[in-house]
């Protein structure tokens, strides 16, 4: 995805979580077993389909994130980034807020049916390429999440040396499992955002992210598949998004990824939500809503991804599933 930083530019369950509680930076296992434990505050999960966006931009008058009116149709919002330094942009913004703000706004967002995570990584970080060690980095990210309270973790991991070397897979399968230790299933949500063509098979030295589905993907609760940025012509029509991608990237398509033995209600279809808010890929809102309708129809229920807020709001994601999932008025 792309990153400004800070200094540059239906049924839903309820869980049970953590109470905010400030940890130090070189918090180990036991520090946030214990922190998770002693838990009161609630945690929020939505049921398939996701309809997540992301939040990234500067937005004049809103820190951390924007009143909860501003996204319904959405159910996860997503605070970019927490960065192996600290957190930056929006996840910066929601540490700036009191302890009753952010529960205010959690209980806002919570109430209307949307849980609110952070991003982790994004395109600054290299994190493997850095030698940044992936347990400690994992304690670390968990921690964070327990102390600003909230509903999980979204790995945005873009290393594409790592990847490239075939030294991601077994980085992100550490850091994955050790994430799950410490923010436990059912009550913590932890995605995954990899680009579309690290699905495909034969290309990557140690197997891409099949691999790591293969290894932990029942740790994860679904991908954030990044449709974008892949080129000019790649995941532009329905049919190279859902069926059949180019050359370049052989077997990225969805349903090309599902039959790769990936499951189906884990694969989130990512777009984003102007030609501005990334290289390539765009699609039209309607255009998309076609493709999510005919995905639908084929027994695909996972949902859809957009960066980003503000460019993607209420009106992107009413069109968007609009012939599927149409939102309540």
Not at 14 to 27: E, N, Q, R
Not at 163 to 177: I, K, P, Q
Request: aromatic residues 12%; hydrophobic residues 40%.
């Amino acid at each position: 995805m792309l990153f400004i930083t800070s200094l540059i530019f239906t049924s839903l369950f309820y869980f049970a979580g953590t109470t905010v509680v400030a940890l130090p930076a070189d918090v180990g296992e036991a520090d946030v077993a214990s922190a998770v434990s002693s838990s009161h505050q609630k945690r929020y999960s939505p049921s398939a389909p996701y309809f997540v966006e992301y939040f990234d931009a500067s937005v004049s008058g809103v820190t951390g994130a924007p009143p909860v009116s501003d996204v319904s149709g959405y159910n996860v919002f997503i605070l970019a980034f927490l960065l192996i330094e600290g957190a930056w942009d929006n996840a910066e913004g929601w540490t700036e807020l009191t302890a009753d703000e952010r529960s205010s706004t959690k209980a806002d967002y919570n109430d209307a049916g949307i849980a609110l995570m952070v991003s982790v990584f994004g395109s600054t970080d290299t994190p493997t390429t850095s030698g940044a060690d992936p347990t400690d980095t994992a304690n670390t990210m968990a921690a964070w999440v327990v102390e600003y309270g909230l509903d999980g973790i979204d790995v945005d991991y873009e290393d594409f040396d790592a990847m490239d070397s075939g030294t991601a897979e077994a980085w992100l399968v550490t850091f994955t499992t050790q994430l799950r230790n410490q923010l436990p299933a059912g009550d913590y949500i932890i995605t995954h955002a990899p680009v579309a063509p690290w699905f495909s098979p034969n290309i990557w030295t140690n197997g891409g992210y099949l691999e790591v589905n293969s290894e932990v993907g029942d740790l994860i609760d679904w991908y954030n598949v990044q449709f974008y940025n892949q080129g000019a012509s790649e995941y532009t029509t329905c049919d190279g998004l859902l069926n059949t991608s180019s050359s370049t990237w052989p077997e990225s398509a969805l349903f090309q990824i599902i039959a790769n033995g990936v499951a189906s209600d884990m694969l989130v279809i990512g777009k984003p939500a102007t030609t501005g808010d990334a290289s390539t890929g765009y699609m039209s809102s309607s255009t998309l809503a076609t493709c999510v309708e005919d995905a639908k129809a084929e027994g695909w229920d996972a949902g859809v991804m957009v960066w980003e807020y503000p460019d993607a709001g209420t009106s992107w994601i009413t069109t968007v599933r609009a012939d599927s999932w149409p939102v309540s008025s």
